[in-house]
């Protein structure tokens, strides 16, 4: 059984910041062949002030973590292979997740088993 994640702040195991971060990390690897930390950094920071939210920096750091372990290591695994001719369908033209992609659903169950 895999061992949860634990946040400071409860409020901070947000599965739709997880998953958009796991779609980022997948992506972005796609497209380069690594695996951007920086990237995941950037766009945790980019969603949580879209959504005017705030987080603590080690829950920061911990989610981001998550996000590249389950895409480098569970998306394969549960099926889920990313490639370049589908990151597009990943997400909408204002790069928000695109909720009616099968791919992004698949992703969101995984994240709220990872949380």
Same mark, same amino acid.
């Given at each position: ?15 739709? !910041?997880?998953?958009? !971060? ?22 945790? &920071? ?6 005017? =939210?705030? #987080? ?5 750091? &911990? *989610?981001?973590? !998550? =996000?590249?372990?389950?895409?480098? &290591?569970? *998306? ?31 992703? #969101?169950? *995984? ?5």
């Amino acid at each position: 059984m895999p061992v949860k994640t634990e946040f400071i702040e409860a409020s901070s195991a947000r599965p739709e !910041l997880l998953c958009y !971060l796991v779609a980022i990390a997948a992506s972005s690897y796609a497209l380069t062949q690594e695996w951007r930390i920086d990237h995941v950094v950037s766009c945790c &920071r980019e969603w949580l002030h879209k959504a005017d =939210a705030t #987080m603590h920096w080690l829950d920061r750091v &911990r *989610l981001g973590q !998550l =996000a590249l372990k389950i895409a480098s &290591r569970d *998306l394969l695994g549960a099926g889920i292979a990313v490639r370049l001719s589908s990151v597009s369908a990943l997400f909408t033209s204002e790069m928000e997740l695109n909720e009616a992609s099968t791919m992004v659903q698949r992703m #969101m169950s *995984l994240c709220q088993e990872a949380l």
